[in-house]
């Protein structure tokens, strides 16, 4: 039985099975989301459709899907996808199948552009999500009267620009808008990208006064491990437990956080904030933002190529290794808390970096290492780069582990072949392919250079990282080094040298 609206009656009620009222699909469309990936379905979605359950917030989400991926899913399920919450809270083992019925329908924008601006003259539609990948939230020279336009701040704009003609540009008619793309400053960013490009595009004043004043763009974090769908034995186990066949099903991990910034007419609007702690609606959400994005998703980022390359394919696996897991407690709780650009109180950071750990340790989630490589540059100079400028301010050695992780970067980045406008490196002899917007810039850096001569042009490229880093006191000597010695050595066995290199660092 394929899960979908009029299957709902015929799932039998079993304990950790939370089943949604028919009820729900009657109302109405409040929030506009771009983005159809696993990270919204299992945290703002999941965050909605809990509200709903609970007759808070009474809402569901238009989705619009801005890439040619298949959307038959969401169709024959009618939006319905089941998240599959796995691990430990407060020592008690926690196993929750939810079926989320928050997604009212999916559009795609490049065959229905005029249904996604018809969304904008719904007046109970007021919230606009997005996560389009780090990559996202930049600024394309884009014409808005496209259909649809080329870019997501294009995109947006445009319905922006609907929602104004259709209120006549009325105060009430703002929206409030929560990217969660992981760079800093989001909501900021994206109101800079579409502000410039509304003068850019030659709109009226008026438009631009109401997108200023009557529009509120919020900074947000979102942090929730989300592997996405389970392998195909786990997937076969969980669909006979529950009595049906899902397309869509998402694994989650227990820890969830959406912390935004905003004031009391946000928390208002997102009234389904009530229903968990989880969600965390301040003022400003720095100390939050900073520990995730460097104690979790740094460490993600200088291991996810070091873990790989060190033969082991999930989260787990490495950190539970002996040599690897003492690694990364090293890198977390040493280099990478140490560094971080705010302040923040010893214990706080210390008592984080346990618990991110432990939910690297989750003996539910096979959280892929390749799948956190996915632009694996822009990432590295996002999250990293501000921790080495500042180790630097307050150290004098050089960060060796933070070295190694990079030194592994540049070697996960090795394209050793190409097949049309695809990259891909080798793993003992298995193939692997590069997600990455650089990689034909690896790919040429690669050609017949050696390992130091490949570590000091990547370094020194200022268009990559926004500075030079061949200029930190001897970092490019050790990354060209730990290069060396994982070419020659193997990954692994320069990650297990790492206690001596400490010492004389």
Known sequence: MQLSKNAIRQIA????????????????????????????????DYFIDKANKQGIFNGRIVVVKS????????????????????????????????INASISRVIGARTDWKRILECAHNPEMKIIFSNTTEVGIQLVQDDITAEPPASFPGKLLAFLLERFKAFNGSKESGMVIVPTE????????????????????????????WLENHNVFCNSLVDRIVPGK??????????????????????????????????????????????????????????????????????????????????????????????????????????????????????????????????????????????????YTSKMKMRNMPLLQRHYEV???????????FAAYLLYMKATTKTGNKYYGDRNGT???????????F?????????????????????????DLTKLPGFLQTVQEQLQDMMTNGVLQTVSQLENKKVTA
């Not at 050609?447 to 570590?455: D, L, P, R, T």
């Open 182 to 209: 992981l760079i800093t400053d989001n909501g900021s960013k994206l109101e800079s990208i579409v502000l410039e490009l509304a003068h850019i595009n030659n709109l009226d004043f008026k438009f631009i006064e």
């Open 230 to 375: 389970p392998n195909a034995e786990e997937t076969k186990k969980i669909e006979t437990a529950l009595g049906y066949h899902d397309e869509l099903m998402t694994m989650s991990e227990v820890f969830r956080l959406w912390a935004i910034e905003g004031d009391e007419r946000v928390k208002e609007v997102l009234s389904f904030g009530k229903v968990d702690k989880a969600v965390v609606i301040a003022p400003d959400i720095t100390l939050f933002k900073e520990l995730k994005l460097r104690l979790l998703n740094g460490t993600h980022t200088f291991n996810c190529g070091t873990a790989f390359l060190c033969g082991f394919n999930i989260t787990r696996e490495a950190v539970l290794h002996p040599v690897y897991g003492a690694f990364t407690k090293e890198l977390m709780h040493h280099e990478i808390a140490g560094a971080i650009p705010f302040t923040i109180d010893e214990k706080v950071k210390t008592d984080f970096a346990n618990s991110t750990f432990e939910r690297f340790c989750n003996p539910f989630i096979d959280h892929q290492w390749q799948s956190i490589t996915v632009q």
């Open 395 to 405: 150290n004098s050695k050089v960060p060796v582990y933070m070295a190694t992780g």
């Open 67 to 98: 890439t040619d991926s298949d959307s038959s899913a969401f169709d024959k399920q009618d939006g319905l996808y089941t998240v599959c919450v796995r691990g430990v809270e407060n020592g008690t083992t926690i196993e929750e199948n939810i």
């Open 443 to 467: 790919y040429n850096a690669w050609k017949n250079e050696k390992a130091a001569a490949v570590a000091a042009e990547v370094m020194s490229n200022e268009e990559l990282w926004d500075t």
């Open 13 to 44: 009620a079993k304990p950790g099975l939370d089943i949604p009222d028919e009820k729900i699909f009657e109302l109405p469309e409040k929030v506009l989301q771009f983005g159809t990936g696993v990270l919204l379905r299992a945290l703002p």
């Open 431 to 441: 193939a692997y392919e590069i997600k990455d917007d650089s990689a034909e810039y």
